[in-house]
């Protein structure tokens, strides 16, 4: 099994910054892309930026040239430096791993979701 814990969700004016980071643990032998996704009241979950284990990444047009995907493979993170927030980039964020387990097991996992609130 692996775990996702997240952090760094929060309030923020419009306009401000909040880095998001998600720390990967448990019997992991590797991990592939890692993403963030994120999904509001109503509406569905949507993509909003990945990284693959090489460093390509993919972003959402709504939030290229604003966000920042990254990953520190060594400590099986992926961080989202989010910049020029919106009001509309107020959602629940997860994060993604795509992983393989020490017993050989490839699955997609999911973390509990952190708050991101930014205010008019």
């Known amino acids: 099994q692996v775990q996702l814990v997240e952090s760094g969700g929060g309030l923020v004016q419009a306009g401000g910054s909040l880095r998001l980071s998600c720390a990967a643990s448990g019997n992991i032998f590797s991990i592939n892309a890692m993403g963030w996704y994120r999904q509001s009241p109503g509406k569905q979950r949507e993509l909003v930026a990945a990284i693959t284990s090489d460093g390509s990444t993919n972003y959402a047009a709504s939030v290229k040239g604003r966000f920042t995907i990254s990953r520190d493979n060594a400590k099986n993170t992926v961080y989202l430096q989010m910049n020029s927030l919106k009001p509309e980039d107020t959602a629940v964020y997860y994060c993604?791993?795509?992983?393989?387990?020490?017993?050989?097991?490839?699955?997609?996992?999911w973390g509990q979701g952190t708050q991101v609130t930014a205010s008019s």
């Open positions: 993604n791993a795509e992983a393989v387990d020490v017993t050989g097991s490839y699955e997609n996992y």
